[in-house]
């Protein structure tokens, strides 16, 4: 009988330093090729057996055909485990878990702007990739992006050669504090969303970042014209089990991994704000 | 229905455990009663209803889920499931009975937990109706009958023995099995005595608890209300509640190193501890306040919202009877009644 609970055993074929704490993580099946499918902004559960299992967003898009990708920053057990080993280790991933971005329903045909800070770019990275993959399925897309520094900006190789080479992609980084060999724009991003010059007409956006971040963007995006049923985010509390069982990833009735992690803010003012 | 006498009751236990694991309470070293395994000499006890409840039977306080031998970069996963033993738990009152259900409405639905599963099918469960219940019981709060309990098969005492009737079709089977022991009757004893069940649950202190207050739809009155801080006040995240409820079923999964292997094993967790969701990003239940809220408001709003109403409480009052600090689910609901919303 099936079982999510029992997990697959993975190779990690390559491991990519992204800023001085964030690396990525590229899984492949030991036969090769993925693991299983999944849709962009869900995740899957990372272990190490006899260190920790932990929740982690699937990082590549769905259109990558050979392998999945994902991006974890060294802050706990796991992390830190993951962030001391070598390319050719095993690791157990079992997944997919949660609701998706609706990238072709709701998200189908319109413009789109991502909103993300430091670590927080990597569940929407799935997005831009599969909107790549997919351009003519969808309008205009504006990335503004910030970390506190140069060197925290995640994928700055792939964003500086890929997506600023799209048809009709328009990167605004930014970044917290004046650095030297950093000419782009400085500040915050809740203020840049303003400054950006965005059109809310057939337009979502999608945020993902620290929650100080989501705080202070969340009513700009609205200054500007956004109505909360346009705008996604995708959440993260503690995980155990990945399917709605464990107990303690809900916000009142919806439990993240299983309801979420993407959720609607006008989605998100139903319930108590406990996360 | 099948009458059973006095005398042949444990001639009915013996029949059962020549096929399969019986369990029943039994009063332990300390005169409370527990599920143990029943053997030749060993008794029923006679008290309303166990120190722990009997979820155990499909959801034990710790199981193993897997293996993994770990050799070089390598990872053997070892699927350690196997098929469980039929077993039958004889002696579940209304309210354990209940539980069941609410455990199934977790652990049944989509994606499926086979462990769960394995053991809900392999057991039968006979139910025992309640002659006495006692002062912390409130299950009619829930829509449960102590006088005509679910399960397999439902069992009565009456005057010269017992009245058994079986409900499903595994109760059906373990009754054919055991066919010479009964003899037919009707249900005029267990009609007698569940009118006498029911006079006296009428009387109980806690008869007129009502959901008044709680249920489906109310989440942003209910979480809000200000109580909240004054009833977690004295709470000291001991988690004793969770451990002796039938219907808590959050759990932890942990990893042993065994020093030739490591065991990932599931055990039981309580959102009453501050580890529960605790995160190196951060800690989205800070205080005491908001684990007790989150406890309640699981089994007396979020729970119903996602089960027709369900409520995930069972009127056992085990929790009643350990806290330290007797506060309880009865005083939260009391609160939460009086100049709610509703």
């Given at each position: 009988?099936e079982e999510t609970?029992i997990p697959y055993?993975?190779?990690v074929?390559?491991?990519t330093?992204q800023?001085?704490d964030v690396k990525?993580f590229?899984?492949?099946a030991?036969?090769?090729?993925?693991l299983f499918?999944?849709?962009?902004?869900?995740?899957?559960?990372?272990s190490?057996?006899g260190?920790?299992?932990?929740m982690i967003s699937?990082?590549s898009?769905?259109?990558?055909?050979?392998?999945?990708?994902?991006?974890v920053?060294?802050?706990?057990?796991l992390?830190?485990?993951?962030?001391g080993?070598d390319?050719g280790?095993?690791i157990t991933?079992?997944g997919?878990y949660?609701r998706?971005?609706?990238v072709?329903?709701e998200l189908?045909?319109?413009?789109l702007?991502?909103v993300?800070?430091?670590?927080g770019?990597?569940?929407l990275r799935?997005?831009?990739?599969y909107v790549?993959?997919?351009?003519?399925k969808?309008?205009r897309?504006?990335?503004?992006?910030?970390?506190r520094?140069?060197?925290d900006l995640v994928?700055?190789?792939?964003?500086?050669?890929?997506w600023?080479?799209t048809?009709?992609f328009h990167?605004?980084?930014?970044?917290?504090r004046?650095?030297?060999?950093?000419?782009g724009?400085?500040?915050?991003?809740?203020?840049?969303i303003?400054?950006?010059?965005?059109?809310?007409?057939?337009?979502c956006?999608l945020?993902c970042?620290?929650?100080i971040?989501?705080k202070?963007?969340?009513?700009?995006?609205?200054k500007?014209?956004f109505?909360?049923t346009?705008?996604?985010?995708?959440?993260?509390?503690?995980?155990k089990c990945?399917?709605?069982?464990?107990?303690?990833?809900?916000?009142?009735?919806k439990?993240?991994?299983?309801?979420?992690?993407v959720?609607?803010?006008?989605?998100?003012?139903e319930l108590p704000?406990?996360? | 229905m099948?009458k059973?006498?006095l005398?042949k009751?444990?001639?009915?236990f013996?029949?059962i455990?020549?096929k399969e694991?019986?369990?029943?309470?039994?009063n332990n070293e300390?005169?409370?009663?527990?599920?143990?395994r029943?053997?030749?000499g060993v008794e029923?006890s006679h008290?309303?209803?166990?120190l722990?409840?009997?979820k155990?039977?499909?959801f034990?306080q710790t199981?193993?889920?897997?293996?993994f031998k770990?050799e070089?970069k390598?990872?053997d996963i070892?699927?350690?499931?196997e098929a469980?033993?039929?077993?039958?738990?004889f002696?579940?009152?209304a309210?354990?009975?209940a539980?069941f259900d609410?455990l199934?409405?977790v652990y049944?639905?989509d994606?499926?937990?086979s462990?769960?599963?394995n053991?809900?099918e392999?057991?039968t469960?006979?139910t025992?109706?309640?002659?006495?219940?006692?002062?912390?019981?409130?299950c009619g709060t829930?829509?449960i009958?102590a006088?005509?309990?679910?399960?397999?098969?439902?069992?009565?005492?009456v005057?010269?023995?017992?009245v058994?009737?079986?409900?499903?079709?595994k109760g059906?089977?373990?009754?054919?099995?055991?066919a010479?022991l009964?003899?037919d009757t009707?249900?005029?004893?267990?009609k007698a005595e569940?009118?006498k069940?029911?006079?006296?649950l009428?009387?109980?202190?806690?008869?007129d608890?009502?959901t008044e207050g709680v249920g489906?739809?109310?989440?942003?009155e209910?979480?809000?209300?200000?109580e909240?801080?004054?009833?977690s006040?004295?709470?000291?995240g001991?988690g004793?509640?969770?451990?002796?409820?039938?219907t808590c079923?959050c759990y932890d999964?942990?990893?042993f190193?065994?020093?030739?292997?490591?065991?990932?094993f599931r055990?039981?967790?309580s959102c009453?501890?501050?580890d529960?969701?605790?995160?190196?990003?951060g800690?989205?239940?800070p205080t005491?306040?908001?684990?007790f809220?989150?406890?309640?408001m699981h089994?007396l709003?979020?729970?119903?919202?996602n089960?027709d109403g369900v409520f995930g409480?069972?009127?056992c009052g085990r929790c009643?009877?350990?806290?330290?600090?007797s506060?309880?689910i009865?005083k939260v609901?009391?609160?939460l009644a009086?100049g709610?919303?509703k």
């Open positions: 009988m609970l055993a993975g190779i074929t390559k491991i330093g800023t001085p990525t590229r899984v492949e030991p036969e090769g090729g993925k499918e999944h849709k962009p902004g869900q995740c899957a559960m990372l190490v057996p260190v920790s299992e932990a699937i990082t898009s769905p259109t990558n055909k050979e392998y999945m990708e994902f991006s920053k060294k802050c706990g057990c992390s830190g485990w993951l962030h080993m390319e280790q095993m991933v079992r997919p949660g998706p971005f609706p072709d329903d189908a045909g319109k413009n702007v991502f993300a800070g430091g670590i770019l990597a569940p799935s997005v831009i990739n790549r993959d997919n351009r003519d969808y309008g897309v504006d990335i503004i992006y910030g970390s520094s140069k060197d994928y700055y190789d792939e964003i500086v050669s890929e600023m080479n048809p009709d990167v605004h980084l930014t970044i917290d004046e650095q030297e060999g950093w000419d724009h400085v500040g915050f991003v809740p203020n840049y303003e400054e950006v010059g965005l059109n809310p007409i057939n337009t956006a945020m970042g620290p929650p971040m989501i202070f963007s969340l009513p700009n995006l609205l500007v014209g109505d909360k346009q705008i996604y985010t995708t959440m993260e509390l503690r995980m990945g399917i709605g069982k464990c107990g303690r990833c809900n916000i009142g009735n439990y993240v991994c299983k309801d979420g992690p959720f609607r803010f006008d989605q998100l003012d704000g406990e996360y | 099948k059973l006498s005398a009751l444990y001639d009915f013996a029949a455990a020549a694991a019986l369990y029943l309470p039994v300390v005169g409370k009663a527990e599920y143990k029943w053997s030749e029923l008290q309303l209803n166990t722990r409840s009997a155990d039977f499909f034990p199981e193993n889920l897997m293996e770990m070089g390598k990872i070892i699927d350690t499931r469980c033993d039929d077993f039958v738990i002696g579940v009152r309210c354990d009975a539980s609410i199934d409405r049944l639905v994606p499926v937990d462990y769960y599963k053991r809900r392999h057991g469960v006979i025992h109706a309640c002659g006495k219940p006692a002062e912390t019981c409130f829930f829509g009958d006088a005509d309990p679910k399960g397999d098969i439902t069992v009565w005492d005057e010269d023995g017992y058994f009737r079986a409900n499903t079709e059906e089977k373990l009754m054919a099995a055991t010479d009964f003899e009707d249900d005029k004893a267990v569940q009118d069940v029911r006079e006296i009428a009387k109980m202190p806690l008869a608890l009502t489906a739809g109310l989440t942003k209910v979480f809000d209300r200000p909240w801080a004054s009833l006040e004295s709470c000291l001991c004793t509640c969770t451990f002796v409820c039938p079923q999964i942990r990893d190193d065994t020093g030739h292997g490591i065991q990932r055990c039981w967790d009453m501890y501050s529960f969701t605790k995160m190196s990003a800690q989205p239940r005491q306040l908001e684990r809220r989150q406890r309640f089994k709003v979020y729970f119903p919202d089960n409480c069972v009127g009643l009877s350990r806290c330290p600090i506060m309880n009865v609901m009391k609160t009086k709610g919303n």
